[in-house]
């Protein structure tokens, strides 16, 4: 594969980290596990370091580009970007009007990630099972969990920011709604529209430090313990699962930022007790196809991202 094709390559798996990022329940980690791209995201984070900032204050910038694997980041980055401001109208208009057939796509996709992140594991002994079991239990305690009233003082804020986008890059776990457990994602995109430095100066500050010391843990794990790391963000997924089934009831709601109820703390039901409950159709037939095409998709990044490893 040359450079030009590889770059672009990485720009489209950006952009669909972008897109998944912008689901509630839906992580652009899990995005970045199915297309190859995931341990070499946390090492290129973990690079970030003091070798990092003692070639920066030498002035040695090619350098400094090589350790951060910067053309890795920068393209990848671009794509999220990107992803986030052209498709986040088309992802939230799917939310509000076709959540069913939305949440089939991203059922069958994790679904499906489930296979191709545990592929990886050799030889599936009892302690892998049993760490498996506890990514799974805990994804889903997740899922289940109502938010909390929390404090709005500059370390909780800073917190947040730090639980936030360390849940971001886990595999099944949500950076948004884990804001919305912490009782902050109102408050944080209210300090955006608002543009409150302070507050935002804090969560950035969260933000980063949470993801720089969390990449170290996260490289080191998939360094020595590699198998047991794989096997718990497998069992993320599975217990994510909870949160993307496509037939639910809101059971708890919250007020966005532009004053829309949104749910929160859903119930999930059966395709025909969903149409009973609700009055309208279960689309069943669309959605078995969408999670269909999902897994299908899986299968197609994972065969890039072999292809791109190779």
């Known amino acids: 594969m040359d450079k030009l094709t590889a ?26 596990f199915i297309t190859g791209i995931y341990e070499e995201l946390i090492n290129s984070i ?32 671009a ?3 990107l992803s986030v401001l052209s498709l986040s109208r088309l992802v939230i208009w799917l939310l509000e009007n076709q959540p069913i057939l939305l949440w089939s796509f991203f059922f069958g996709l994790i679904l499906a990630s489930i296979w191709s992140v545990g592929k990886s594991i050799k030889a599936m002994k009892p302690g892998l ?9 805990v994804a889903f305690w997740i899922t289940r969990t109502a938010p909390a009233n929390t404090p709005e003082t500059w370390w909780f804020i ?8 360390c849940a971001m890059i886990l595999p099944g776990i949500s950076g948004s709604f884990i804001l919305l457990l ?44 590699h198998d047991l790391t794989i096997a718990l963000l497998a069992g993320f997924m599975l217990g994510s699962l909870n949160k993307v089934w496509p037939w639910k009831i809101p059971t708890l709601v919250y007020t966005d930022s532009h004053g829309k109820v949104q749910p929160l703390v859903e119930r999930n039901l059966l395709p025909g007790t969903y149409a009973e ?34």
Do not use: C
Request: no cysteine; aromatic share 8%.
């Open 7 to 32: 770059r672009l390559t990485l720009f489209f798996k950006g952009m669909a980290m972008g897109a998944a990022d912008v689901v509630p329940g839906v992580s652009g980690g899990t995005i970045a």
């Open 46 to 77: 973990r690079s970030v370091d003091l070798t990092a900032l003692r070639l920066l204050t030498q002035g040695k910038f090619k350098d400094l580009w090589a350790h951060v694997n910067g053309n890795f980041l920068v393209v990848l980055i």
């Open 79 to 81: 794509g999220i970007g």
């Open 129 to 137: 099972v049993s760490m498996f079991v506890i990514g799974a239990v």
């Open 158 to 165: 800073m917190l947040s920011g730090s639980v936030a986008i």
């Open 182 to 225: 912490m009782g902050k994602y109102k408050f944080i995109l209210g300090a955006i529209k608002s543009f409150n430095l302070m507050v935002i100066g804090f969560f950035g500050v969260g933000m980063v430090a949470g993801i720089l010391a969390f990449s170290h843990v996260l490289n080191w794990m998939l360094k020595r313990y």
């Open 277 to 310: 409950v609700t009055g309208h159709a279960s689309e069943l037939g669309i959605a078995v196809l969408l999670m269909l095409v999902g897994m299908g998709s899986v299968v197609l990044l994972d065969r890039m991202g072999r292809k791109s490893a190779a």
